[in-house]
Structures are given as structure tokens and as C-alpha cells.
């Protein structure tokens, strides 16, 4: 069964430094997604990256990158010039291909400090 | 574009009562899946549907289900309900991928939030 742990149940960080938050999934397959989802106090989950296991390449979205490891299966976030909105609960979360179950780590709180 | 909705926000029921829950999907969305987020914790697959059929459940038993209508719209129905039923309830809709079982993001609703008392 595919399982995804997030190591950190917390962090902060300062307004406008660099984060890094941590994901590892285990699987034996090949193809699959991996996702950062942010959920901030409105509960409203939100797509903050995706990664399809099959790119070498790292996914970035602005602020937003991630380091994916494949043979090391971790999958982490790196948030750069951190602001105040992005104070929220971050899950990461893996769905094989073909297949519709996606699993969600516990959780990471990020709190960014004025 | 508007985007995934559910309805009620809150919800309070007592044990052994059941209740619906809605959702609405984005538009031009065809594919909804429900999830149970406990407090505290990461969301759980509860199952999927896709074109009106259930297309894969996590383990979740009988006493949940769902439906799918044509617009795409979707509800979850629980029967039965126990006290550890109490949790976020999180709907998703994604659009139509390349093939019937493609994977593809899931964009979130806000969620109902049900208590069981």
C-alpha cells in the first residue's frame, strides 16, 4: 500500500526567507503523481504544485519548487520570499496512475512570522 | 468559471441519524471524488465516481455512499451515523483526462463540516 509521511508537524518560518518542507511516499510503482495542497484557516484545500513521476524535470510554480527524488522517493517543497498568506496546513499527497485514490501525508503547519 | 461548491457549510446530527451531502463540480468537470478529513489529520478517500458510476472506493463501509447525476453533480449519503463520523467533508472534482482512468488534479471544494453528537 502506498503511504505518505510528513516528518515536520510544524513550521515557521520569517516573512520574506525560504522554507523547505518535507515528503516521503513509499510505492513500488512507476507511474504516479505526487501533489503539495495547501489548506489554509477557510479549510478550502488548494493545488499549490504537481509532479508526474516520469519528468525529470522539477516542478515550479513561482514561489513554488519542488525537489523530487526519485530514488530516494521524497518529494519536498520549497517555498522561496515566504508572505503572510501562506500561513496554512500543507499536505502532501500521491495517486498512482491510473487509479483515483489519492493519499495525503498528516500534514504540515507553516506559520510565516512578520 | 465557477468553481467546486458543497452545501450545507455546517451540519450537527445526532448517532444513528443520516444525512446528504452535495457537491456541486467545476464546470466542465466530469469526475467527483469524496474524502473524510478527521481533525488534525490529512484527507481520506472515501470513493469516486465518474459518469454516474462509482469508479473505486477506499475503506470506507457500505453505510457511505454516493451518486453521480448527469450534470455531474454529486452527493454522499451515510447512513447509520456514529460518533466518529464527526469530520471535514471534502469534495473534488476533476476534468476529463486522455483515457477513462487518467489521472489527473482533483481541484477541492470548501467542505462540509459535519458533527455527530
Known amino acids: 500500500a502506498q503511504t505518505v509521511t510528513q516528518s515536520q508537524p510544524e513550521m515557521s518560518v520569517q516573512e520574506a526567507e525560504t522554507v523547505t518542507l518535507s515528503c516521503t511516499y513509499d510505492?513500488?510503482?512507476?507511474?504516479?503523481?505526487l501533489f503539495w495542497y495547501k489548506q489554509p484557516p477557510s479549510r478550502q484545500m488548494i493545488l499549490v504544485i504537481r509532479?508526474?513521476?516520469?519528468?525529470?524535470q522539477n516542478a515550479t510554480e513561482n514561489r513554488f519548487s519542488v525537489n523530487f527524488q526519485k530514488a530516494a522517493k521524497s518529494f519536498s517543497l520549497k517555498i522561496s520570499d515566504s508572505q503572510l498568506g501562506d500561513t496554512a496546513m500543507y499536505f502532501c499527497a500521491f495517486m498512482q496512475g491510473n487509479n483515483n485514490d489519492m493519499r495525503f501525508g498528516a500534514g504540515t503547519r507553516l506559520t510565516v512570522k512578520p | 468559471e465557477t468553481g467546486v461548491t458543497q452545501s450545507p457549510t455546517h451540519l450537527i446530527k445526532t448517532r444513528g441519524q443520516q444525512v446528504t451531502l452535495r457537491c456541486s463540480s467545476q464546470s466542465g468537470h466530469n469526475t467527483v471524488s469524496w474524502y473524510q478529513q478527521a481533525l488534525g489529520q490529512g484527507p481520506q478517500f472515501i470513493f469516486q465516481?465518474?459518469?454516474?458510476?462509482?469508479?473505486g472506493r477506499g475503506n470506507f463501509p457500505p453505510r457511505f455512499s454516493g451518486l453521480q447525476f448527469p450534470n455531474y453533480s454529486s452527493e454522499l449519503n451515510v447512513n447509520a451515523l456514529e460518533l466518529d463520523d464527526s469530520a471535514l467533508y471534502l469534495c473534488?472534482?476533476?476534468?476529463?483526462?486522455?483515457?477513462?482512468?487518467?489521472?489527473?488534479?482533483?481541484?477541492f471544494g470548501p467542505g462540509t463540516r459535519l458533527t455527530v453528537l
Open positions: 510505492t513500488s510503482e512507476s507511474n504516479y503523481y
Open positions: 509532479q508526474e513521476a516520469y519528468k525529470q
Open positions: 473534488a472534482s476533476s476534468p476529463p483526462g486522455l483515457a477513462v482512468l487518467s489521472t489527473d488534479t482533483q481541484y
Open positions: 465516481y465518474y459518469r454516474e458510476e462509482e469508479n
